[in-house]
């Protein structure tokens, strides 16, 4: 069953100054999530793959096309239906250093939503519990402090606070882009077996294809606000159609430094056609 779809979507931003025309984040993009399921989406830094979540999550301007959620469509929900929504579609952001308040106890953190919805003190309680437990940390960690916890437990806690209010739906915004290598593979595992025991479907976005292909059902690949290639995770990875895509490809890190070394000669030598207009950066796409 399709959990999320969109069709046709793009965003515009409007400049700041009046001299200069509205700039076009995403053109006419269309994907669909089904329930359970994990569409990775990848691309380089401005490419509008951060845009995408953004416009689903309604924060950013859609101009045209449909978000469909569950059946019900979202891409102009007013506030009151997006306050609603958030029990069913919740957000990890890339660093877990700011995305929580340094101020509120981890018990606090994950309570808020639950009391911004009126959840009882008892089901709350119960529902923290059960997400410190998804996430493997103790129960004692709701009495501590961010500022006690790695990065890697951080990002833990934030996944958590994403799962207390059981959504069907989790948008991952380069969720482990601020790891090192050893503490993402854990971070991976563990969205992995959560979505494993709750049957929680992902939009998974990245810019790193070989972090997509582990996380991901289906991937899209995105470039200057389109879509330029989806398939299934192995028909991206294996046989990839778009030149751009193989580019990302050989852009991915490997262990054989030979290899790495291999790569990298080619990945140079590649030859991407690129438009005449450079797209700015995802966050300066937000602040335009």
């Given at each position: ?42 691309g ?64 606090e ?21 059960e ?45 482990v882009s ?22 929680v ?84 796409e937000?602040?335009?």
């Amino acid at each position: 069953m399709r959990l999320l779809t969109i069709t046709d979507l793009s965003v515009t931003y409007a400049r700041r100054s009046w001299r200069k025309p509205p700039f076009t984040a995403l053109r006419d993009v269309s994907l669909d999530i089904r329930e359970g399921e994990s569409l990775g989406l990848v691309g380089e830094s401005g490419s509008g793959k951060s845009t995408l979540g953004r416009a689903v999550l309604g924060l950013a301007p859609v101009s045209s096309g449909s978000i469909t959620f569950a059946g019900e469509e979202i891409a102009h929900a007013h506030t009151r239906e997006r306050r609603r929504l958030a029990s069913d579609i919740q957000v990890v952001f890339q660093d877990p250093y700011s995305s929580l308040s340094p101020s509120l106890t981890i018990g606090e953190t994950l309570a808020e939503p639950l009391r911004v919805r009126k959840v009882g003190r008892r089901e709350a309680d119960r529902r923290i519990t059960e997400a410190l437990s998804l996430v493997n940390l103790p129960p004692d960690a709701v009495d501590r402090l961010p500022r006690d916890f790695s990065g890697g437990q951080r990002q833990r806690i934030a996944i958590a606070r994403a799962l207390v209010l059981e959504p069907r739906l989790i948008i991952c915004d380069e969720p482990v882009s601020a790891l090192d290598l050893t503490t993402q593979s854990r971070v991976l595992d563990l969205f992995l077996e959560v979505q494993r025991r709750t049957g929680v479907a992902y939009l998974f976005i990245s810019h790193d294809l070989s972090v997509v292909r582990v996380m991901s059902h289906r991937i899209a690949v995105m470039r200057q606000g389109r879509i330029v290639e989806s398939g299934t995770a192995a028909e991206v990875t294996s046989a990839p159609k778009s030149a751009y895509t193989r580019k990302l490809l050989l852009a991915a890190p490997v262990a054989d430094p030979a290899l790495q070394k291999a790569r990298r000669a080619a990945y140079l030598d590649s030859r991407v056609p690129q438009d005449t207009q450079r797209a700015p950066q995802d966050t300066q796409e937000e602040k335009a």
